[in-house]
Nanobody, 129 residues
Framework: QVQLVESGGGSVQAGGSLRLSCAAS????????MGWFRQAPGKEREGVAV????????YYADSVKGRFTISQDNAKNTLYLQMNSLKPEDTAMYYC??????????????????????WGQGTQVTVSS
């Protein structure tokens, strides 16, 4: 049974930092696309950052490039998202997602939520101005 458990959300002022964690279990962690997605009230879910756990290749949405960093600890089957220089528009529920054993995704597809079949419960990030 695949499980993804997020932690690390919270409230921060603009310019601050947060680090999200996602503990994964129930599948072959080393061969999966894993990523962070977010959904703000009234908006569609969007891809933020993704990593292919086998190679470590990373993908980022343009809106977070240079501010967010996705990383992993393979020994702990844990995914991280370091978020720096946070802005009020980063406020959203953040979800960890996994696509174990997926065929190689295009640069476009890799950030599309519908390509992922396992999701965590989400963790709220609120950035105040």
């Amino acid at each position: 049974q695949v499980q993804l458990v997020e932690s690390g959300g919270g409230s921060v002022q603009a310019g601050g930092s947060l680090r999200l964690s996602c503990a994964a279990s129930g599948y072959t962690y080393s061969r999966a696309y894993m990523g962070w997605f977010r959904q703000a009230p009234g908006k569609e879910r969007e891809g933020v950052a993704v990593i292919y756990t086998g190679s470590g290749r990373t993908y980022y949405a343009d809106s977070v490039k240079g501010r967010f960093t996705i990383s992993q600890d393979n020994a702990k089957n844990t995914l991280y998202l370091q978020m720096n220089s946070l802005k009020p528009e980063d406020t959203a529920m953040y979800y960890c997602a996994a696509a174990p054993g997926a065929v190689p995704y295009s640069v476009y597809a890799v950030l599309q939520p519908h390509e992922y079949n396992y999701w965590g419960q989400g963790t709220q990030v609120t950035v105040s101005s």
